[in-house]
C-alpha cells in the first residue's frame, strides 16, 4: 500500500471500472477532514475483474477507506477496502500519481 498510497491517506474519493476500456480509477484523499483529492492510482489493461462484497450491512454513508493493496502472484494484483475486495488479472502494473492539489 505504501508503494501506491505514499504519504495519502487510505479513505477512497473515487473507485471506478470502466468496463468499455478496462481501466480502475482509484483516487484517495489527503484525510477525512477537508476530503481533498491527493493521490490517484490507475489501473489499464486489465484481463478480468471480479469485486466481492465484503459487508452488506455496512453504512454507504460512511468513508469508504483502503485496507490493503497487493500483489497476490503475477498479473494479480488485490484491492481490499472496508466494503470489498476487487482481483484484477493486469498486463501492467498500476500507476500512481500525485493530484495537483488546488490552493
Given at each position: 500500500?505504501?508503494?501506491?498510497?505514499?504519504?495519502?491517506?487510505?479513505?477512497?474519493?473515487?473507485?471506478?471500472?470502466d468496463?468499455?476500456?478496462?481501466?480502475?480509477?482509484?483516487?484517495?484523499?489527503?484525510?477525512?477532514?477537508?476530503?481533498?483529492?491527493h493521490?490517484?492510482?490507475?489501473?489499464?489493461?486489465i484481463?478480468?475483474?471480479?469485486?466481492?462484497?465484503?459487508?452488506?450491512?455496512?453504512?454507504?454513508?460512511?468513508i469508504?477507506?483502503?485496507?490493503?493493496?497487493?500483489w497476490?502472484?503475477d498479473?494479480?494484483?488485490?484491492?481490499?477496502?472496508?466494503?470489498?475486495?476487487?482481483?484484477?488479472?493486469?498486463?501492467?502494473?498500476?500507476?500512481?500519481?500525485?493530484?495537483?492539489?488546488?490552493?
Amino acid at each position: 500500500m505504501d508503494k501506491y498510497l505514499a504519504g495519502c491517506s487510505p479513505y477512497v474519493d473515487v473507485l471506478n471500472y470502466d468496463i468499455d476500456k478496462r481501466v480502475l480509477i482509484l483516487q484517495c484523499v489527503n484525510n477525512p477532514d477537508d476530503f481533498i483529492p491527493h493521490t490517484r492510482v490507475v489501473f489499464t489493461r486489465i484481463r478480468s475483474y471480479t469485486e466481492e462484497t465484503i459487508d452488506d450491512e455496512f453504512d454507504d454513508s460512511s468513508i469508504d477507506s483502503v485496507i490493503g493493496m497487493h500483489w497476490v502472484r503475477d498479473h494479480t494484483f488485490c484491492i481490499r477496502t472496508e466494503k470489498k475486495e476487487i482481483i484484477l488479472d493486469l498486463e501492467c502494473d498500476p500507476q500512481s500519481e500525485l493530484i495537483a492539489l488546488k490552493d
